[in-house]
């Protein structure tokens, strides 16, 4: 199975800040990296599709990239919002797997 | 308006049975890929069985021989039929939509794109 390593687990920021989390694959994925954002008591919801298409609806602040097998999703300047869960999921090889997810909370 | 609305889960004993329902609106269950995804309270994400448009299924290793995932086009409903249920099966259940379109470009591998709100499965005695 591929695995999806998630950093950092958990990550306070202000609003306005510029963030970062990134999820490594345990082997090639080529772009088949997908982001998802879930809020509490809420499903997730798809944010970011093949490594950096940004989903109908999402917000522009939020961006993906890659290097090999490491993948970036940012938000260029985190607003109230945005306090919530994000996972990554590798859709490369089944069984498709996500990572352990990045709780995201504002100062 | 599209949507995917679970029902079916509940309380159940470990070794006992449960099929889940999953009413799908606004496009044809047969149409699309629709898959299962699970979440243990206060987990993450575990991805659990597909059934692709082919009618072709694929499990989860932790499922494999216990779960069944199935479609019904006249009643335009997702099932997963789950036999043998163990303590660590409880979770939410959520429907979900596999896509690998989107604004006319598609690809050779997709992603979640509509989730339902869940229906929780309980597995205690």
């Known amino acids: 199975d591929i695995q999806m390593t998630q950093s950092p687990p958990s990550l306070s920021a202000s609003v306005g800040d510029r963030v970062t989390i990134t999820c490594r694959a345990s082997q090639t994925i080529s772009t088949y990296l997908n982001w998802y954002q879930q809020k509490p008591g809420k499903p997730p919801k798809l944010l970011i599709y093949v490594t950096s298409s940004l989903q109908s609806g999402a917000p522009s602040r939020f961006s993906g990239s890659a290097s090999a097998t490491d993948f970036t999703l940012t938000i260029s300047s985190l607003q109230p919002e945005d306090s919530a869960t994000y996972y990554c999921?590798?859709?490369?090889?089944?069984?498709?797997?996500f990572g352990q997810g990045t709780k995201v909370e504002i100062k | 308006e599209v949507q995917l609305v679970e029902s079916g889960g509940d309380l159940v004993q470990p070794g006992g049975s449960l099929r889940l329902s999953c009413v799908v609106s606004?496009?044809?269950?047969?149409?699309?890929?629709m898959t299962w995804v699970r979440q243990a309270p206060g987990k993450g994400l575990e991805w659990v069985s597909v059934i692709y448009t082919r009618g072709e299924t694929k499990y989860a290793d932790s499922v494999k021989g216990r779960f069944t995932i199935s479609r019904d086009k006249a009643m335009n409903t997702l099932y997963l039929e789950m036999n043998s249920l163990k303590s660590e099966d409880t979770a939410l259940y959520y429907c979900?939509?596999?896509?690998?379109?989107?604004?006319?470009?598609?690809?050779?591998?997709?992603?979640?794109?509509?989730w339902g709100q869940g229906t929780l499965v309980t597995v205690s005695s």
């Open positions: 606004g496009f044809t269950v047969n149409n699309k890929d």
């Open positions: 979900v939509k596999y896509d690998d379109c989107s604004g006319g470009s598609c690809y050779s591998y997709g992603w979640f794109d509509l």
């Open positions: 999921q590798q859709s490369y090889d089944i069984p498709w797997t």
